[in-house]
């Protein structure tokens, strides 16, 4: 059963950091995509970041470059994401998702597997 399970959400003022951290199991983790996207109320689900099965290549929104940072561990079969400098409009729940594939992939629906969610919340 493959299982991914996302932590460190949380509320936040502008201009702070966070560090979520999505753990999974199940997985061939060493040929898996990584992504990680949001939903904020009311809205569809975001493409935020990925990164690809060897870590070397990485792709962001244009709304978060420069801002946030994904990574993995293939030792521990993790994948994180830095946010700094946020912004309310960073407010959203936080979903970790991946496909065994060697592309970056950036659509929601190019993923087959997903996180519950963590609720991240800037305030001004």
């Known amino acids: 059963q493959i299982r991914l399970v996302e932590s460190g959400g949380g509320l936040v003022q502008a201009g702070d950091s966070l560090s979520l951290s999505c753990a999974t199991s199940g997985l061939t983790f060493r040929a898996a995509s990584m992504g990680w996207f949001r939903q904020a109320p009311g809205k569809g689900r975001e493409f935020v970041a990925a990164?690809?099965?060897?870590?070397?290549?990485?792709t962001y929104a244009d709304s978060v470059k420069g801002r946030f940072t994904i990574s993995r561990d293939n030792n521990e079969m993790t994948v994180s994401l830095v946010m700094n400098n946020l912004k309310p409009e960073d407010t959203a729940v936080y979903y970790c998702a991946a496909k065994h594939s060697i592309a970056t992939l950036t659509a929601p629906d190019e993923y087959d597997y997903w996180g519950q969610g963590t609720q991240v919340t800037v305030s001004s």
């Open positions: 990164i690809k099965w060897s870590g070397r290549n990485t």
